[in-house]
């Protein structure tokens, strides 16, 4: 598949990519494979901007509302996923587009992810008892013992995290860094990274006119109906956690509505730390308050991404 070529559109969120992404889409005649964490589960709509019935019409889209809530999923069975299905569509497509803002998962499709091994359904439970008993300040403790390297790194914050260390080690019997390599692996396939950005201050403008409109549109109901699911994985992410507060009657709605948009602006700096590390980005600054390219039209992207397909120092071009 030395000839195809995967296009990879990602950035901040509220950046505007849906939309671009459906323009390019729609002139390669390609499908879209969404490479938003969150948008994968149903019943999610709201709270992760997924795209909307008339958009998923427009464009074949692949990895949007295919899990419940309850279903367990990792950037490495995203990698496998994605691999499998582009193995697949490259049969009739020359150029895919993937696109998105979840940085492991993008990242577990350009360079691979360590081949962690699949935490079991008892080992999973195991540890979501023994946090709800004994607390996070536990298994931090027992972390630090059986991996303190990983222990010495980690967001100690991050409870998902902690608890995915800890199940690696149960299951395995040896220390979660033993398993992280951080080797990148070849592809088959080209691949071309286009980046999309906004000046600070505009993209803050959206990302508070979006949580705005997600209120209106009925997050706060949304919510409410996945309250029982509330410490599932899928549901530990901005917008539901703040709107678990209104309803646990911790928080009124307008402290919340404010401390949803601090948070997606604080997630969207680290989406944008975490890309800026990559040299293979190419980036398109987008004007103020537009949804499209500099030129108006999707050419210009389009444009910009051929230039990249003919650039000879593309490492990701394999033989």
């Not at 949304?222 to 699911?229: F, G, V, W």
């Not at 980005?281 to 108006?296: A, N, Q, R, Y």
Request: aromatic share 8%; proline share 4%.
């Amino acid at each position: 598949m030395k000839n195809k070529t995967l296009i990879v559109l990602l950035g901040p969120t509220a950046v505007g990519k849906t939309e671009l992404a459906l323009q390019l889409a729609e002139h390669l005649g390609s499908p879209i494979l969404n490479a938003d964490s969150r948008q994968l589960y149903r019943d999610l709509s709201i709270g992760t901007a997924a795209p909307t019935p008339e958009q998923l019409a427009r464009v074949k889209h692949y990895f949007v509302g295919t899990l419940a809530i309850t279903d367990y999923y990792s950037a490495a069975r995203y990698e496998a996923d994605v691999l499998e299905l582009t193995g697949k569509l490259f049969k009739f497509h020359d150029t895919l587009l993937l696109s998105g803002g979840s940085m492991m998962y993008i990242d577990a499709v350009c360079h691979g992810i360590d081949d962690i091994p699949t935490i079991e359904t008892e080992t999973r439970e195991l540890l979501r008892q023994r946090l709800n008993d004994e607390g996070l300040e536990a298994l931090k403790g027992e972390l630090r013992l059986l991996d303190p390297d990983y222990y010495a790194q980690v967001d100690l914050k991050n409870t998902q995290r902690i608890l995915h260390a800890l199940e690696v080690c149960y299951q395995t019997g040896h220390p979660f860094t033993s398993f992280r390599t951080a080797s990148h692996k070849q592809r088959p396939f080209r691949i071309v990274k286009i980046g999309l950005r906004r000046d600070r201050a505009d993209l803050f403008a959206r990302i508070n006119s979006r949580v705005d409109q997600m209120v209106a549109d009925g997050l706060l109901e949304e919510a409410r109906a996945l309250l029982p699911y509330r410490h599932e994985n899928a549901l530990n992410t901005v917008g539901y956690k703040e709107m678990f507060q209104v309803l646990d009657g911790t928080w009124e709605l307008p402290f919340a509505i404010e401390r949803m948009k601090k948070n997606t602006r604080v997630y969207a700096k680290k989406q944008m730390t975490w890309f800026s590390r990559d040299p293979d980005i190419h980036w398109i600054t987008l004007p103020s308050g537009s949804v499209t390219v500099p030129s108006g039209s999707p050419e210009g992207l389009i444009n910009e991404i051929i230039e990249q397909l003919t650039h000879k120092n593309n490492d990701y071009e394999t033989a």
